[in-house]
């Protein structure tokens, strides 16, 4: 497996995406001091033919923890800070943000930019409990979606259903939001420990993907949540992000704070393709590849964004 590393020195990853305008192209959010202290650093990196090379670089006064890419603009992107604030980036120019919106009252863990067609709009989760949906311009929130009982820390659109994300919460649940209508149509008691991530199976508007601190990933069919379709068992502390493939209806990754990330195809008795062990501390960020099959890119408290295309999804196997 051939792998293109990128180091950020005293920068700790938190998260990565894939743009979906420009094939090579990443973003990754990162913050000094483990994201504890001191500032983040967000990173515009393009795989070349040799590695993977910076663009450009922004730095922020407190720690990064997400990043979204614009479905609408391929230069824009929105980060979530430590300070409770999301900024609107440009790439084409400037040193400092197009905007800041400061009005979650603790860390913005999570943010994502609806995909769905006719539709332009950001979702924020954060540690204050609540959600926020916003504007493309960050002017203000539209709306705040309170009901969660613990720390936000994924909020994810719908792929499918306009107006409709899910968020994944240390409160144990996996709640389903409609937008329009601000309310929260469904709370599934998914995990009895805290979940860190959710996503949504691009091919199936009805399956929603958790990962949690019981080191489980559980995926679950919202026609019926008594219990989940499939509960994926290998990871042995805690899982911080799970991506469904865009490019294969039943498989998802999953990363760690075991170092490692593990590729499954949940439609099987023994779901567990790989796992690939190359970070030396957490990993945090994950994303796949929108335009090259099966391309993933993630990135570690080790300092290291890497890209690669795992054994058990390359051609032929």
Not at 296 to 313: F, G, H, N, Q, R
Request: proline fraction near 4%; aromatic fraction near 10%.
């Amino acid at each position: 497996m051939m792998v293109k590393v990128f180091r950020s020195p005293a920068r700790h990853g938190y998260a990565v995406e894939a743009s979906p305008f420009i094939p090579n192209r990443v973003a990754c959010t990162a913050s000094q001091y483990y994201g504890i202290a001191g500032c983040g650093t967000l990173l515009i990196l393009d795989e070349t033919e040799t590695g993977i090379s910076l663009v450009r670089s922004w730095e922020w006064g407190d720690g990064l923890f997400d990043v979204t890419w614009s479905e609408a603009n391929e230069h824009v992107l929105v980060a979530g800070g430590g300070d409770g604030s999301l900024q609107l980036w440009d790439t084409a120019n400037h040193s400092a943000p197009l905007r800041v919106a400061k009005e979650h009252t603790q860390e913005v863990y999570a943010v994502d930019w609806s995909q769905t067609r006719g539709e332009n709009l950001i979702v924020s989760g954060s540690w204050d409990q609540t959600a926020k949906v916003w504007d493309p311009a960050l002017s203000q929130s539209l709306i705040t979606l309170r009901g969660h009982e613990g720390v936000i820390y994924s909020t994810i659109w719908s792929p499918h259903i306009p107006g409709c994300f899910a968020s994944a919460s240390g409160d144990g649940t996996l709640r389903i939001w409609d937008v329009k209508s601000a309310m929260c149509r469904l709370a599934i008691p998914a995990h009895k420990t805290e979940i860190l991530s959710c996503d949504w199976c691009k091919y199936d508007q009805n399956i929603v993907a958790t990962g949690s601190v019981d080191c489980s990933v559980c995926v679950w069919d919202l026609r019926n949540v008594r219990q989940p379709v499939n509960q994926l068992l290998g990871h042995t502390y805690a899982i911080r992000r799970v991506k469904f493939s865009p490019f294969s209806n039943t498989v998802l990754a999953s990363c760690s704070y075991d170092f490692t990330v593990r590729f499954w195809d949940y439609s099987r008795n023994q779901p567990l393709l790989d796992t690939v062990e190359h970070h030396s501390e957490f990993v945090c960020g994950l994303d796949f590849s929108l335009h090259i099959p099966n391309q993933v890119v993630d990135c570690s408290w080790d300092e290291m964004v890497k890209i690669y295309t795992p054994a058990c999804l390359s051609a032929g196997s």
